[in-house]
């Protein structure tokens, strides 16, 4: 048996609302969490799991797997709630997030099946998918490496130092995603540290880049599937995402970056996405 690519049993749309209604659950606890940074993220996880990645629940470590990296490691959340959809550890363990004796920490750990290393010390995902690429070449393999970076997290050099690594080794099975949301915890990501044109950025590192609405899950799926878009080169996704995205008092503010819920803003948060479900 071999890993092998799961077929959507439901819109990814739908999927996606179940996630963040998980991650609103987890933010209602009393550790609170990365909401924001977890919400703009959610399509690109939906369409990963659910649509691309060449994995299987069952057997997390078939070394036929593909391999996908949460660089931005704050988004644990989304993460946990992602794996538990699809099978990696029961849905009703989510409701330990954060407390005493509970493998869902607020960083992803290699104890939660599914997690390839710990992530969260921002700037190192890029270099740790690169490695995962290199030794699925030298082993003769086909799988390809994905990894999610934050746009706030580009201002690590290191991530430009492995971007052009990557370029220089041809790494074409490579797919890099940048959460584009615009904001980071002190502000809007253009006011603290300007990237645009990031796209041509990007392609003058050697990269295939191609820039999409981060919140399209069927669009992304798309994309990310025909990754390699160019032989020898690694591709770079740009999703265009709003930090909050589904909650109308949080999307777009840096003050969904660390929150916890209220029980107020919790059902409140709950409506709003059983009526995005509802019109979806």
């Known amino acids: 048996m071999t890993a092998a690519q799961a077929p959507a049993p439901e819109p990814l749309a739908s999927i996606a609302t179940r996630i963040r209604a998980h991650v609103v659950d987890m933010c209602a606890g009393p550790e609170g969490g990365h909401l924001g940074g977890a919400f703009s993220c959610v399509e690109v996880l939906t369409a990963l799991y659910f649509s691309v990645l060449k994995v299987d629940p069952q057997r997390p470590d078939d070394p036929a797997r593909d391999r996908f990296l949460l660089s931005k490691g704050h988004a644990a959340q989304a993460l946990y709630a992602t794996l538990a959809e699809r099978g990696f550890f029961p849905?009703?363990?989510?409701?330990?997030?954060?407390?005493?004796?509970?493998?869902?920490?607020?960083?992803?750990?290699?104890?939660?099946?599914?997690?390839?290393?710990?992530?969260?010390?921002?700037?190192?995902?890029?270099?740790?998918?690169?490695?995962?690429?290199?030794?699925?070449?030298?082993?003769?393999?086909?799988?390809?490496?994905f990894v999610l970076l934050g746009d706030g997290e580009l201002q690590e050099g290191s991530v430009w130092e492995a971007a052009i690594a990557a370029a220089s080794l041809g790494l074409d099975r490579l797919?890099?995603?940048?959460?584009?949301?615009?904001?980071?915890?002190?502000?809007?990501?253009?006011?603290?540290?300007?990237?645009?044109?990031?796209?041509?950025?990007?392609?003058?590192?050697?990269?295939?880049?191609?820039?999409?609405?981060?919140?399209?899950?069927?669009?992304?799926?798309?994309?990310?599937?025909?990754?390699?878009?160019?032989?020898?080169?690694?591709?770079?996704?740009?999703?265009?995402?709003?930090?909050?995205?589904?909650?109308?008092?949080?999307?777009?503010?840096?003050?969904?970056?660390?929150?916890?819920?209220?029980?107020?803003?919790?059902?409140?948060?709950?409506?709003?996405?059983?009526?995005?479900?509802?019109?979806?």
């Open 91 to 145: 849905v009703e363990e989510l409701a330990g997030y954060g407390r005493p004796g509970s493998r869902l920490m607020g960083h992803p750990v290699r104890a939660v099946p599914g997690v390839e290393l710990p992530t969260g010390s921002l700037g190192h995902g890029l270099a740790l998918a690169c490695g995962f690429a290199l030794a699925t070449r030298y082993a003769g393999g086909d799988s390809r490496s």
């Open 175 to 280: 797919v890099a995603v940048v959460d584009r949301n615009g904001l980071q915890l002190t502000g809007s990501t253009e006011r603290i540290a300007p990237m645009e044109p990031l796209a041509e950025r990007w392609r003058g590192f050697g990269w295939a880049v191609r820039d999409v609405d981060g919140h399209d899950a069927s669009a992304l799926a798309d994309h990310l599937a025909a990754a390699p878009w160019e032989p020898g080169r690694p591709s770079v996704l740009i999703a265009r995402t709003v930090k909050g995205h589904g909650l109308p008092f949080l999307a777009g503010r840096t003050a969904s970056h660390y929150v916890t819920l209220s029980e107020r803003n919790h059902a409140r948060a709950i409506r709003a996405l059983r009526a995005t479900d509802a019109a979806s």
